[in-house]
C-alpha cells in the first residue's frame, strides 16, 4: 500500500507561483512513476503532468507546458510540481497519483495510488 500526501496548494494571484510537493510512504518510490491531476469545481479531472520512476522521462498537459515542472527526488520519496505563470483556469483540486514501473502515462487508469488533494486558487 501507498500513501501519498500532497502539500503546497494555497491563494495566489495570477501571474504567481506555486510548488506543490507529494510524499510518499513507500520503501520503493523509485520503482513508481508519478504523476499530478487536477480537478476544477463542475469539471471533469484532468492529467496535468507525469514523470517515470527513474526521472529520466516527463510528460505534460498542452496547457501547462512551458508553465509548470514536475521534479521527483527519490531520496525523500517525494515529487514536486512548480507552477509558474499561474492562471485563474489553473483553479483546481491537485492530486498526486503512483504507478508502479511506469512511464508516466497520462491516463487516469495507469495509476493505482491517490493523494486526498490540495487546493490551489488563482485569483484574478
Known amino acids: 500500500q501507498v500513501q501519498l500526501v500532497e502539500s503546497g496548494g494555497g491563494l495566489v494571484q495570477a501571474g504567481g507561483s506555486l510548488r506543490l510537493s507529494c510524499a510518499a510512504s513507500?520503501?520503493?518510490?523509485?520503482?513508481?512513476?508519478m504523476a499530478w491531476f487536477r480537478q476544477a469545481p463542475g469539471k471533469e479531472d484532468e492529467f496535468v503532468a507525469a514523470i517515470g520512476y527513474s526521472g529520466g522521462r516527463t510528460n505534460y498537459a498542452e496547457s501547462v507546458k512551458d508553465r509548470f515542472t514536475i521534479s521527483r527526488d527519490n531520496a525523500k520519496n517525494t515529487v514536486y510540481l512548480q507552477m509558474n505563470s499561474l492562471k485563474p483556469e489553473d483553479t483546481a483540486v491537485y492530486y498526486c497519483?503512483?504507478?508502479?514501473?511506469?512511464?508516466?502515462?497520462?491516463?487516469?487508469?495507469?495509476?493505482?495510488?491517490w493523494g486526498q488533494g490540495t487546493q490551489v486558487t488563482v485569483s484574478s
Open positions: 497519483a503512483a504507478d508502479w514501473a511506469g512511464w508516466g502515462s497520462s491516463s487516469r487508469s495507469a495509476y493505482e495510488y
Open positions: 513507500v520503501r520503493t518510490f523509485n520503482t513508481y512513476a
